[in-house]
């Protein structure tokens, strides 16, 4: 049994016999009908997008409510094409995780073509986004996918030489790649579409929104286009819908893959690409999901509430993004990845039977986060929160890591604590947080790249992690913090959310800091005794 269209339909009894779900329609007319009239891009060709958005397409196509399917596009790392699409005929296999029951497998067909935004592929995208058809470009890109300004309000380097070259070189941001193609649609007769980030970022149509005209307004500067396409680009005819999505998909995991093997299907093991990426012809996730999408949508838009998502006004999506990303998920699985890697933690499932952890966890989630959430009213938080504590984290069929969750931490904590010590600052109860706190002081001892044991201890990737740790110095293991260095850090908005020594919060984190300092075994003690403090 291979991954391929010829597969699926001459071996359909076997793929079903052992217990796959196949496609009910015929991809390769999907694939046509989407040439002809492309209706949806996709930016980010990951885990998350083949294993939910593409399986919402999936849904709509079979329910009779979509007759096309979702051009994948990739411009950060367009090996994946080549190695994940390309070979398997643009399917893609889900292996859904349940806390309890059978593994859910299901072959999804509804990627209509896979393009790397480079070169030709590029030129076809163009061709693509002149299309009357064209209802939304999406994206996955994570949270540094939209940077085109550094911590101090810069344009990045590489932003910088997309914007003095012009639209017509190699471009290297994919908010570059987007304003190009936007401008082609200009040029062609404008016609609406929406450009929907499904990101974990706060406000991420905003920030999509804010990163595009940067790139279109230094085209104009440098008389690359006009000031009319600007107003094109800020006009109704583009809209920027914010969304909130949350399902975890965590890197391909080999026992899965062995499974997969000896069910029959042949090619399923993962691949590395030269940037990086791990990923494999099969998505592992959780079976919980959600979507919430601002309903705004110029050149129409699929069905999606049929799919189960969320379709509803930007105050409700602000909301229902702040309960998952500020307080009842995103700063629970932080919490857990930067003590799971200082104590030698592999998955975050067995974090869940650590009892400080755990109980870690819980304060994080019911003592301060809950208490400032506002109520979405589709999704209760109390449930919400609930489901992750409960079933989603302690997972033992989720392959998740602290590690992978540690992944570009700097760029996570504005938002996953920043809001809420906002919150509590403008009641003047900031003093009032305890385990906050004691996540970032615990970050900052893991900078120092020293775990729990004393050993020396691998960080994982992040932009800032250089410049980070020309302040936290492995020195400091032993003998304590540099309390002027530490609160230069502290004082960081953008970097924090806050001004965490303004608001009274620096004496806290730097003495549990010099407490996680102090020697072996010293992160598992503070952690100990914070958690167990009434």
Known sequence: MKLNTQSIVSEKALWQEKGFILPLYDTDMIKRNTEKAPRWVHFGGGNIFRGYIARLADDLICQGDMDSGIIAADSFDTETIDKIYDPYDDLSLLVGLPARGEKYLRVIGSIGGAVCAKGEGMAKLGTIAKSDSLQMISYTITEKGYAVKDMNGDILPYVQADIDDGMSGELRSAMSVTAALMYERFCAGGTPVALVSMDNCSRNGEKLKESVLTIAEGWCRRGFCGADFVEWLKSPKVSFPWSMIDKITPRPDSTICGELTALGVEGMSPVKTSRGTFTAPFVNAEMPEYLVIEDDFPNGRPPLEKAGVYMTDRESVDRAEKMKVMTCLNPLHTALAVFGCLLGHKKISEEMEDSDLKALVYRLGYKEGLPVVIDPHMISPENFLREV?????????????????????????????????????????????????LVIAAWLRYLTAVGDDGAPMELSADPMLDEMQKTVRPEWFGKGCDRAAVESVLKNEALFGADLVSVGLADKIAAYLDKMLAGAGAVRKVLHDAVSAE
């Not at 984290?393 to 604590?417: E, G, H, M, V």
Request: net charge positive; no cysteine; aromatic share 6%.
């Open 389 to 437: 504590l409960e079933e989603r984290l302690p997972n033992s069929y989720l392959p998740d890591t602290p590690q992978r969750i540690a992944t570009d931490t700097s760029q996570k904590l504005a938002i996953r604590f920043g809001g809420t010590v906002r919150a509590y600052a403008e009641k003047g109860s900031a003093s009032k947080l305890e385990m906050i706190p």
